[in-house]
């Protein structure tokens, strides 16, 4: 597009980053900090540029049969923007990021990949977030950023009216619901923005990729899982310890049901096992690590599985946490 000699003069040290033709010789130019209008002479009219600041408090949209009207709203006043309808979703899309980046709410070479607005919400994807604006307005300072760093999951749940976006931002789920028309759109947009930052191209690889359940595996993995350890715990001295003071009525029995009876779930042998293996390293500390250098190992190895533990329990309080919230929300209606 070539930029009219009045835009030229109107730049100043300023340099348009992106442009809109709107018909015939007038023109939309962006800079960081301004949007310039270009109108071409006419029959009743002669050229001119006007300028609309970035720094607007509000932005809202009127949509007519054939032009959308933005009415941006200043401290001291408010100025109305005219084009035509085919050319409305382009000009939102740059007037907002320069919004953004006049606001830093993104950086200077962060671009918006795709605007989207139904009915009260709009929804804006960038390079590495997704910001959500609720309400009368089409933007203002009252909205919500999901920075992509700090996404742990993406899942769709597709209807007949309506498509549920399920972003799941450090383990909290975030549910967007978007009309079944537009939602492919949006869908792929959003798909691809996360995909390009996380670096993985299918959707099973991003939720595998951020996935919290893939860090439990690496740790699993270690050897430091609640099974492994175990054995070493109950082997040789201590499983000595507990033939010899298990009573023996079993072998009089022909080591049949008695035994069977007698014995406890697995669960819970488990469970008795590490509490008296821990209990009797614990007591054992002081009299035997100079004596026995596997004792040293084997604590080593409890403080290992302890802290495994911990972080498991951790793990699940945050998860209680989150079906909590979500709880409240469901009875919220949201």
Avoid at 218 to 244: F, K, N
Avoid at 246 to 271: H, I
Avoid at 295 to 318: C, G, K, S
Wanted: charged share 30%.
């Amino acid at each position: 597009m070539d930029i009219p000699d009045l835009v030229q003069d109107e730049l100043g040290d300023e340099e348009i980053r992106a442009g809109v033709n709107l018909g015939d010789e007038d023109a939309v130019c962006f800079t960081p900090t301004r949007t310039l209008v270009y109108r071409g002479e006419g029959l009743l009219s002669d050229e001119k540029v006007t300028a609309y600041p970035h720094d607007f408090e509000r932005l809202t949209i009127s949509e007519g049969r054939r032009k959308i009207k933005f009415t941006l709203y200043y401290t001291d006043e408010k100025r109305d923007l005219t084009v035509p309808g085919g050319r409305g979703e382009a000009v939102l899309e740059r007037l907002l990021e320069g919004k953004l980046t006049v606001s830093n709410v993104i950086e200077s070479e962060e671009s918006v990949a795709g605007v989207f607005r139904f009915s009260e919400l709009t929804l804006v994807v960038t390079d590495s977030q997704l910001l959500r604006h609720l309400g009368g307005v089409t933007w203002d300072a009252d909205f919500e950023a999901y920075a992509f760093e700090d996404v742990t999951g993406l899942d769709f749940e597709e209807g007949s009216v309506a498509t549920a976006i399920v972003l799941s931002v450090n383990d909290r789920p975030e549910r967007i619901k978007a009309p079944a028309e537009d939602a492919p759109r949006l869908k792929q947009v959003l798909q691809d923005a996360l995909f390009a930052f996380h670096d993985v191209s299918s959707l099973a690889d991003l939720n595998a990729k951020l996935s919290p359940e893939s860090e439990e595996s690496d740790e699993s993995d270690d050897g430091l899982g609640l099974d492994a350890g175990i054995d070493p715990l109950v082997s040789g001295d201590t499983e000595s310890e507990q033939r010899e003071e298990t009573p023996t009525q079993s072998a009089s029995d022909n080591g049949g049901g008695q035994a069977n009876a007698a014995a406890p779930t697995t669960g819970s042998a488990q469970s008795a096992t590490q509490q008296a293996a821990i209990d009797e390293v614990e007591t054992s500390t002081d009299t035997d690590t100079d004596a026995d250098p596997d004792i040293a190992a084997l604590e080593q190895q409890v403080a290992d599985l302890t802290a495994v533990i911990e972080r498991q329990n951790e793990r699940l309080d945050r998860q209680e946490q989150t079906i909590q919230t979500l709880i409240k929300e469901l009875r919220q209606g949201r």
